[in-house]
């Protein structure tokens, strides 16, 4: 919580168009990649794979 404010009060002081914010997960598969570039600048976001078999897990 006291992160998050820091992150929404910077968010507001800035005038910031948009934020994205990024958890590390144990079980990656169950979610999109998103790459980041040097600058810690997300530089594409790719959804979770598509999974045509009628097992398919939903989450």
């Known amino acids: 919580?006291?992160?998050?404010?820091e992150i929404l009060r910077k968010?507001?002081?800035?005038k910031i168009e948009g934020l994205i914010?990024?958890?590390?997960?144990?079980?990656?598969?169950?979610?999109?990649i998103i790459?980041?570039?040097?600058?810690?600048?997300v530089e594409k976001i790719v959804?979770?794979?598509f999974c045509r078999s009628k097992r398919r897990k939903f989450g």
């Not at 790459?35 to 600048?41: E, I, R, V």
């Open 11 to 14: 968010f507001n002081e800035n």
């Open 35 to 41: 790459s980041l570039n040097s600058d810690g600048f």
């Open 47 to 49: 959804e979770k794979p």
């Open 21 to 32: 914010l990024l958890k590390e997960v144990k079980n990656p598969q169950e979610y999109g």
């Open 1 to 5: 919580p006291i992160i998050f404010k």
